[in-house]
T-cell receptor
Framework: KNQVEQSPQSLIILEGKNCTLQ??????????LRWYKQDTGRGPVSLTI?????NTKSNGRYTATLDADTKQSSLHITASQLSDSASYIC??????????????FGAGTRLAVHP | GAGVSQSPRYKVAKRGQDVALRCDPI?????LFWYQQALGQGPEFLTY????????KSGLPSDRFFAERPEGSVSTLKIQRTQQEDSAVYLC?????????????FGPGTRLTVL
């Protein structure tokens, strides 16, 4: 069973609109949760990172929320731009990685922003 | 260069051939990770180096996969007797220090296609 599940798998929105992407995780105990943006043909780039004690983190038009009790996170994108078209991946640190940053990735949500 | 670089960017191999994928991490970065990303999926952990020491190779799918980082900088991922199921993007990431919570910087990946 996947330890990090994301929804929806894909999403199409019009330029200028807002959207919210969801992430549910089962990894426990919890260290930190990240959201990455991956453009086609490129490596992932970090957007936000939150520890279990944080419940929101913003980076420009991107706002991530975290509910450690329900093990849910969301990424909200406001005023979308064409350049937001990419895959957005939710990532949790493996708690049993022995002190280094072993990451567990979700499958991602593929977002397409249309003019 | 300022970022993580990988070469080649694309590799086509006939089934049974050996391949070698190179990763040049950001200069001075202690930690280096290799990931495998199947089409439409998130990256999956393969192996981790701290300087020249390979501390975790639990994600390597078979003994046909071998990774090294002999001088604690450049790393090579070698796949022997390639199979069609090895077709994927192989991502390398580096981090300035060891430890949980540190940022990982990803390269653009090598797309391997096994015919």
């Amino acid at each position: 069973k996947n330890q990090v599940e994301q929804s929806p798998q894909s999403l199409i929105i019009l330029e200028g609109k807002n959207c919210t992407l969801q992430c549910n995780y089962t990894v426990s105990p919890f260290s930190n949760l990240r959201w990455y943006k991956q453009d086609t043909g490129r490596g992932p780039v970090s957007l936000t990172i939150m520890t279990f004690s944080e419940n929101t983190k913003s980076n420009g038009r991107y706002t991530a929320t975290l509910d450690a009790d329900t093990k849910q996170s969301s990424l909200h994108i406001t005023a979308s731009q064409l350049s937001d078209s990419a895959s957005y991946i939710c990532v949790v640190t493996d708690p049993f990685s022995g002190g280094y940053n072993k990451l567990i990735f979700g499958a991602g949500t593929r977002l397409a922003v249309h003019p | 260069g300022a970022g993580v670089s990988q070469s080649p960017r694309y590799k086509v191999a006939k089934r049974g051939q050996d391949v070698a994928l190179r990763c040049d991490p950001i200069s001075g970065h202690v930690s280096l990770f290799w990931y495998q990303q199947a089409l439409g999926q998130g990256p999956e952990f393969l192996t981790y180096f701290q300087n020249e020491a390979q501390l975790d190779k639990s994600g390597l799918p078979s003994d046909r996969f071998f990774a090294e980082r002999p001088e604690g900088s450049v790393s090579t991922l070698k796949i022997q007797r390639t199979q069609q199921e090895d077709s994927a993007v192989y991502l390398c990431a580096s981090s300035p220090v060891a430890g949980v919570g540190n940022e990982q910087f990803f390269g653009p990946g090598t797309r391997l296609t096994v015919l």
